[in-house]
């Protein structure tokens, strides 16, 4: 069983920067594939970014260039990092992590449905 905790959401005002930071515990974690999505009030679950078993990212056009998506991990936990700078009022949502065991190509990092584990998510607010 796998469980993620995510934290570092928090409230900025707009062209700031926050860090969020997602602590994954269980077995074989550093075979999966793990991403970040967020979700905005009345709108559909978005993928931000993912990172592959070999460091290979993806992120949206909505936070290239601005947002970084970075992994680490220690005997026992996986630590998924999320970067943002120049945030925008847009990037407020509540932001998840996400893993699954499959590999994930350019065509289904971003599908939500192909994720098995989340967090709770953390909320992030960009005040204009």
């Known amino acids: 069983q796998v469980q993620l905790v995510e934290s570092g959401g928090g409230s900025v005002q707009a062209g700031g920067s926050l860090r969020l930071s997602c602590a994954a515990s269980?077995?074989?974690?550093?075979?999966?594939?793990w991403a970040w999505f967020r979700q905005a009030p009345g709108k559909q679950r978005e993928a931000v970014a993912g990172?592959?078993?070999?460091?290979?990212?993806?992120?949206d056009d909505s936070v290239k260039g601005r947002f970084t998506i970075s992994k680490d991990n220690t005997e026992d936990t996986l630590y998924l990092y999320l970067e943002m700078n120049s945030l925008k009022p847009e990037d407020t949502a509540i932001y998840y992590c996400?893993?699954?065991?499959?590999?994930?190509?350019?065509?289904?990092?971003?599908?939500?449905?192909?994720?098995?584990?989340w967090g709770q998510g953390t909320q992030v607010t960009v005040s204009s």
């Open positions: 996400a893993s699954d065991p499959f590999p994930k190509g350019q065509t289904s990092w971003n599908v939500s449905e192909a994720y098995r584990y």
């Open positions: 269980g077995s074989s974690l550093v075979r999966y594939y």
């Open positions: 990172i592959s078993v070999r460091g290979g990212t993806n992120y």
